[in-house]
């Protein structure tokens, strides 16, 4: 493990590193929610070069100043406001060889990302929302049959097919964004978990995906109205014999800033 410590009575960190990571490919797991986070980040990313490994792939597990992303006029910006989100990537991108971020709010699902004004590397976007709707459905699963899949065999998980498959046509599953700006996160977690069912327990389950028609009023307010929606605004509808008031429902987003939504 990679040991930052402040130094004592000054204020200043230090960082201490294996000593066997020269030549090494490194994969750095970090966070740049928080100023400090940045400044353990950046250190540690300077003291990984200065020790001559051969590659450093950041796995950031918050992108940092990621919704200051554009400039005014865009609504919610005003005149001066920097874009720190592209300040973040100039910081990062140069002390590293490959840069992942899960679930970037100026995302919309895995792959690369490229934010207008900035000429750098792209940013790879992984989407964990697929692993979060997946744990939801081995808890359903639990719930219902006993047995977590996840401690089942392979050929355990396919004798489960027919009472997962009886579950999920009752009571459907629905990942649910609280905003458009979140929906194809959930959209290309519907779409994944879909393949994986079938691949895991050999039954086609349907996973259905929508977000909120959302207004933000203010900084504390939002009105969210009407019905669930889906491709081009469309309401959500679900196959006769399903309803919503059946559903297990999961409302997933990509920041939460104050829970006002929720």
């Known amino acids: 493990r990679v040991y930052v410590g402040e130094i004592e009575h000054t204020g200043h960190w230090t960082v201490t590193l294996p000593p066997t990571l020269t030549g090494q490919d490194v994969v750095l797991i970090h966070s740049t929610e928080s100023a400090e986070n940045i400044v353990a980040m950046a250190l540690t990313l300077m003291a990984l070069r200065g020790a001559g490994v051969r590659s450093i792939s950041l796995v950031n597990t918050y992108e940092g100043y990621a919704r200051?992303?554009?400039?005014?006029?865009?609504?919610?910006?005003?005149?001066?406001?920097?874009?720190?989100?592209?300040?973040?990537?100039?910081?990062?991108?140069?002390?590293?060889?490959?840069?992942?971020?899960?679930?970037?709010?100026?995302?919309?699902?895995?792959?690369?990302?490229?934010?207008?004004?900035?000429?750098?590397?792209?940013?790879?976007?992984?989407?964990?929302?697929?692993?979060?709707?997946?744990?939801?459905?081995?808890?359903?699963?639990?719930?219902?049959?006993?047995?977590?899949?996840?401690?089942?065999?392979?050929?355990?998980?396919?004798?489960?097919?027919?009472?997962?498959?009886e579950e999920f046509s009752q009571h459907p599953l629905v990942l649910v964004a609280p905003d458009d700006g979140a929906f194809h996160y959930v959209k290309e977690a519907a779409l994944v978990l879909r393949e994986r069912v079938q691949r895991v327990f050999g039954v086609d389950v349907p996973i259905f995906y929508g977000y909120?028609?959302?207004?933000?009023?203010?900084?504390?307010?939002?009105?969210?109205?009407?019905?669930?929606?889906?491709?081009?605004?469309r309401p959500l509808q679900l196959p006769e014999g399903m309803s919503l008031n059946d559903a297990w429902a999961c409302v997933l987003d990509d920041e939460i800033a104050k829970g006002t939504t929720l």
């Open 68 to 165: 200051q992303d554009k400039r005014f006029p865009v609504k919610g910006f005003e005149p001066g406001d920097s874009v720190s989100a592209i300040s973040m990537l100039k910081l990062i991108n140069p002390l590293v060889d490959h840069h992942f971020a899960v679930n970037a709010h100026y995302g919309s699902q895995s792959g690369d990302v490229r934010l207008d004004g900035y000429e750098g590397p792209a940013l790879y976007n992984l989407n964990a929302f697929v692993q979060l709707a997946e744990h939801l459905l081995n808890r359903v699963i639990e719930e219902r049959t006993g047995q977590n899949p996840a401690d089942l065999t392979p050929d355990e998980r396919k004798r489960l097919g027919n009472e997962v498959h």
């Open 212 to 233: 909120f028609d959302k207004e933000r009023l203010s900084d504390g307010r939002v009105l969210m109205s009407g019905p669930l929606l889906t491709e081009e605004g």
